[in-house]
């Protein structure tokens, strides 16, 4: 059973930065992909980014193109948030999440497939 825990949430200033983690564990870890997701209060749950963890390729969405980096350490069975340049609109929850079928999470979609972590609150203040 695939199970994720984020940890590396807290409360910056904006202009600041945060990396996140997400230990992966019940899987091949090489073997699925893994996606950040987010979700501000009274707004849907967005994907910010994903990687292929066998090539290594990575997907943005527009809204943190160039501000975050995903990465990860198979060896550590862990996938990182790097946010820099936090801004006030980054406020969410964030989420890790995985899957063996590439196709949503690599397009940043959302589908009933996915695993799910418990969340980490990022809170960036003005």
């Known amino acids: 059973q695939v199970q994720l825990v984020e940890s590396g949430g807290g409360s910056v200033q904006a202009g600041g930065s945060l990396r996140l983690s997400c230990v992966g564990s019940?899987?091949?870890?090489?073997?699925?992909?893994m996606g950040w997701y987010r979700q501000a209060p009274g707004k849907e749950r967005e994907g910010v980014a994903s990687?292929?963890?066998?090539?290594?390729?990575?997907y943005y969405s527009d809204s943190v193109k160039g501000r975050f980096t995903i990465s990860q350490d198979n060896a550590k069975n862990t996938v990182y948030l790097q946010m820099d340049t936090l801004k006030p609109e980054d406020t969410a929850m964030y989420y890790c999440?995985?899957?063996?079928?590439?196709?949503?999470?690599?397009?940043?979609?959302?589908?009933?497939?996915?695993?799910w972590g418990q969340g980490t609150q990022v809170t960036v203040s003005s």
């Open positions: 019940g899987y091949t870890f090489s073997s699925y992909c």
């Open positions: 999440a995985a899957d063996r079928d590439c196709a949503s999470i690599l397009g940043l979609r959302i589908s009933p497939f996915l695993s």
């Open positions: 990687i292929y963890t066998e090539g290594g390729t990575t």
